[in-house]
């Protein structure tokens, strides 16, 4: 730019600049995907002495909170019922997980948990059908984890018992047969 003030030399490298940004978001914007967001999904999980609890999705639009209670070893949960005025607790479940873990009767003393959700398509069965996700619950003491199915439908009313699936021990060589008794209550509950 020979014979140009300099003033007149930056504002023309500025006005080159700014039209070249504007061309990129230009080409940006119809080059992008219109494909929409990906929507996400957050549970949580939490624990303190006496309790744990966790968030656990049932289908896209509804969720459940369960609560494992380290005294009695009750793991209960509950639905929502937002349609409700006021909104309450309208369905829920329970299940003792003591014997599932391997604890007798009379011996827990002071046992501490972990109860965590994840996602699993468990097959329908026999007429039960279950949510897309499945609960975890590990004895810290010893690692072992008991996974359970979660029986759900839109309609469900009353309270369900959740299906214990099966056990993983990590210590002495991972999963392991699950005790007496769980297999035959997930058979038995994919029979009804």
């Not at 023309?12 to 940006?28: D, I």
Request: net charge positive; aromatic share 8%.
């Amino acid at each position: 730019m020979i014979g140009l003030s300099r003033g007149a030399q930056v504002f023309g490298w500025a006005s080159c600049a700014a039209a070249l940004f504007a061309a990129g978001v230009t080409v940006g914007i119809v080059a992008a995907p219109r494909s929409p967001l990906a929507k996400v999904q957050a549970v949580t999980s939490l624990a303190d002495e006496s309790f744990a609890v966790c968030t656990v999705p049932l289908n896209g639009a509804i969720e459940a909170l369960f609560m494992l209670d380290f005294e009695t070893g009750d793991l209960s949960g509950g639905i929502l019922n937002t349609s409700a005025t006021p909104p309450r607790f309208a369905s829920g479940y329970k299940h003792n997980v003591l014997k599932d873990l391997g604890f007798k009767a009379g011996q827990v003393k002071n046992p501490k948990f972990l109860l965590v959700s994840g996602i699993a398509e468990m097959p329908a069965g026999g007429g039960m059908q279950f949510a897309s996700s499945v609960l975890y619950v590990t004895d810290s003491s010893t690692g072992t984890t008991v996974a359970y199915a979660i029986p759900f439908n839109a309609q469900q009313a009353g309270v369900a018992e959740l299906v214990p699936l099966d056990v993983a021990r990590p210590r002495g060589g991972g999963a392991k047969a699950a005790p007496a008794g769980i297999k035959e209550k997930a058979a038995g509950a994919k029979a009804k």
